[in-house]
């Protein structure tokens, strides 16, 4: 009798789905510091990040490029990079990414990004010595409900009642947009009094928000316009090609603040590709440590789905 087995791709010589199209992160399957692969024939794409997080005080930077080239891996990287800098100069951030969402205001923005950089604080110090420190267990206690669902769901936690559904509807008690700001102004704080320069908040899902006629981006940068001059704040906001000319360059307020030009992600080389399929394959595979994709293979597996997608 064939013994049964939960991971079906294990029946294949995999010890999870090579097809998976997650971006890469410090905590995942494969490890970003060893499966990152920059562009083909230019660094530009890194250099200016690289410059950008280096500017003193932070500030705020558009991330553009098609859907699928890498955007969200590109970043996370970065980040990666910034976070385990010996020197002074590195920078703390969340291992994951945030959604932005059409309906969002200021202070569901500010909130957002207390709880991604509070989160990752009490996954890195430990419970502890979080609930010993009366910054972080405010924060915390704000911002314990404010989760992303595509379900509608209602909770009451910690003596906040909360209603969160698609459209992402939250009440946590009376919080001003100063107040709130005012716990981002001082999270920072404590944040580089643990060695660090300050803080990277990274924004993804700009690029579905650029295409829901329904959602007004002007209004929402506009909106948040003074909480992206906090200092030590660097916001990376993650979109597609159009972000930064069509929604950031026609609001004065806003482009006076922003970083002077985005960082354009171009698509993989062939031989990048490649280079990829068979880090992807090294890693993820049970037994086969070699590499199964050439250039050719490649050509002949791209001819052969384009058939079938014309038949």
């Known amino acids: 009798m064939t013994e049964l087995t939960q991971n079906i791709w294990a029946r294949y010589g995999f010890n999870h789905n090579p097809f998976d199209t997650k971006a890469l992160s410090q905590t995942g399957i494969i490890p970003i510091q ?62 994951t990414e945030i959604s932005v969402q059409g309906n969002w205001d200021t202070e569901t923005f500010i909130l957002s990004a207390l709880g991604s950089l509070c989160g990752q604080l009490k996954l890195e110090l430990g419970d502890s010595k979080v609930n010993r420190n009366k910054l972080l267990k405010e924060i915390l206690e704000l911002t314990s409900v404010l989760l992303q669902s595509d379900r509608g769901l209602s909770a009451t936690a910690l003596g906040f009642g909360a209603s969160i559904s698609k459209s992402t509807s939250v009440t946590l008690g009376k919080q001003t947009e100063n107040s709130l700001s005012d716990y981002l102004r001082r999270l920072v704080s404590y944040i580089q009094t643990l060695g660090y320069n300050g803080a990277i908040i990274h924004f993804n899902n700009m690029d579905l928000l650029q295409k829901d006629k329904d959602c007004d981006l002007h209004s929402l940068f ?37 970083y002077d030009e985005p960082i354009v992600i171009d698509p993989f080389s062939e031989g990048q590709v490649v280079s990829l399929i068979n880090i992807i394959t090294w890693f993820k595979s049970v037994t086969t440590k070699q590499d199964i994709m050439t250039p050719g293979l490649l050509s002949c597996t791209i001819d052969a789905v384009l058939r079938v997608a014309i038949f």
């Open 34 to 95: 060893e499966a990152y692969i920059e562009r083909a024939g230019t660094t530009r794409p890194g250099k200016l990040l690289n410059y950008f997080l280096g500017i003193p005080g932070g500030g705020s930077i558009a991330i553009e490029g098609k859907p699928g080239v890498g955007k969200t891996t590109f970043v996370n990287y970065y980040k990666y990079l910034w976070k385990t800098k010996s020197r002074k100069e590195k920078l703390f951030s969340s291992e």
């Open 222 to 258: 506009d909106s948040i316009r003074d909480v992206l001059q906090i200092s030590g704040l660097y916001f990376v906001f993650v979109g597609t090609i159009g972000l930064y000319s069509s929604v950031i360059i026609p609001l004065d307020r806003v482009r006076s603040i922003f």
